[in-house]
């Protein structure tokens, strides 16, 4: 399969993220990571490792997509801390419409964080984002193709791809194994 973003392309970009995110931060007494799960999760993972400084991380559950079809947003599980006073920084594993992010901002409005910003490894530039939903920290801008790996799933398959590749005819759309 041929990748649209290689793990080397991926690796660089993430560490960059991480060395703005530490600067940006550096006054900041508690910064939190919130990761979407589950795409965010090698993402996540990579990020927090390429922030050097210490902070906290946490993980809220949505649930957005069945298949390549948009459904509603769903929060299916919460935080385990709480954000009072902290910098929330939501790790996301792609901008598309923008309604997932909208709906983790609502969730995150309530928890009395003192400010809440969104790093998306993925932003997708078709059309322009609502008001207020455009990502401090975006990793690369992609096109219209529906795309997987490095945490990005067709119907919970290809999250552990390395690498990011275009969904492609040739792949096993129904998830149902080899064969
Ligand atoms: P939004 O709510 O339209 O911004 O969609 C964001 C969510 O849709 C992401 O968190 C992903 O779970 C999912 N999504 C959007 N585009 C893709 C894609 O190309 N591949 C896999 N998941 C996607
Ligand atoms: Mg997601």
């Not at 078709?126 to 799933?153: C, K, N, Q, S, T």
């Not at 290809?158 to 759309?173: F, H, K, Q, S, T």
């Amino acid at each position: 399969m041929q990748p649209l973003i290689s793990a080397s392309t991926i690796a660089h970009r993430v560490r960059e993220l991480g060395a703005s995110i530490r600067a940006d931060y550096a006054a900041s007494p508690d910064p939190v990571l919130v990761g979407v799960l589950r795409g965010s999760l090698p993402f996540l993972a990579d990020l927090m490792r390429a922030i050097d400084r210490p902070l906290r991380v946490d993980l809220l559950t949505i649930r957005s997509y069945q298949g390549t079809g948009a459904a509603p947003p769903e929060l299916l599980s919460g935080l385990s801390e709480p954000l009072a006073g902290s910098d929330v920084l939501v790790v996301e594993d792609i901008v598309d419409r923008g309604e997932t992010i909208a709906a983790v901002t609502g969730v995150l409005a309530a928890s009395g964080a003192r400010s809440v910003a969104v790093c998306s490894l993925l932003v997708r530039r078709e059309r322009a984002l609502p008001p207020g939903i455009e990502p401090r920290y975006a990793g690369f801008e992609i096109g219209p193709d529906f795309v997987v790996g490095y945490g990005l799933d067709y119907n919970q398959r290809y999250r552990n791809l390395p690498y990011i590749a275009v969904l492609g005819e040739e792949m096993d759309l129904d998830g149902a194994g080899p064969g």
